[in-house]
């Protein structure tokens, strides 16, 4: 009888040890975090620049001759890419220099930085988008509407518009990237679903709290 009591002593035990040590999963999950913080940072500091570049070469952009004169402020659309990209080359450098210090990841901060990453990735993108479409009427015109293109009078403008456009397309594709870095990190963090039996036997999937 006292030998079951020491054998069941040990195993728990031993079972209590093992539950305290830390699994191999977690050890290699920190890692590999640990691998692609450098990575992550140069990618979150990729898109200030970017957007430095965009907002000054639009914040420079005028032309006039003996037709009038024309300027980025006079388009709504330029003027929001210029706020836009002034935006996210702020939030660029505040996250680069948050996830460039070693913290312990949790489940509040993983959602923080997917939802932050969320909202300015579809502001640059909303900001490209919107340009590019004034871009596309002042070089082609609308003939339903009988609005003529611009860009054969003002050409300097437009060149200058197109490559702030373009530039603010290339930090569109890094916060793309980014988003599905934020995405990865957080969602990885839930357990896939267990299946489990309801009262009529239908498979509903349970999802662990």
């Known amino acids: 009888m006292s030998k ?21 999963g977690d050890e290699a999950a920190a890692a590999a975090s640990a691998r692609v913080r450098p990575v992550e940072t140069l990618l979150r500091a990729a898109p200030l620049g ?37 935006l996210c080359a702020a939030y660029s450098l505040a996250s680069a220099f948050y ?4 913290r312990p990841a949790t489940l509040s901060r993983s ?12 502001l640059i993108l909303a900001a490209g988008a919107a340009s590019a479409e004034l871009l596309y009427l002042a070089y082609n015109g609308d003939k339903e ?3 003529s293109e611009a860009c054969g009078v003002f ?9 702030s456009v373009a530039i603010t397309f290339g930090s569109v594709a890094c916060y793309i990237l980014l988003s599905l ?29």
Do not use: H
């Open 99 to 102: 996830v460039a210090v070693p």
């Open 4 to 24: 079951m009591a020491e054998e069941k002593a040990t195993a728990t035990g031993g079972a209590d040890v093992g539950a305290l040590q830390p699994s191999s």
């Open 50 to 86: 970017l957007c430095v570049a965009a907002m000054a070469v639009m914040l420079r952009n005028s032309q006039s001759n003996e037709y009038g004169a024309v300027s980025y402020s006079d388009l709504g659309g330029f003027k929001y890419l210029v706020y836009a990209n002034g």
């Open 181 to 209: 870095i934020s995405s990865y990190r957080l969602f990885s963090a839930y357990d896939p679903p267990q299946p489990s039996l309801g009262n009529k036997g239908v498979e509903i999937a349970a999802f662990p709290r």
């Open 145 to 147: 509407v009988t609005w």
């Open 155 to 163: 050409g300097s403008f437009c060149r200058t518009a197109r490559t």
């Open 111 to 122: 959602w923080i930085v997917f939802l932050l990453d969320q909202v300015f990735t579809y």
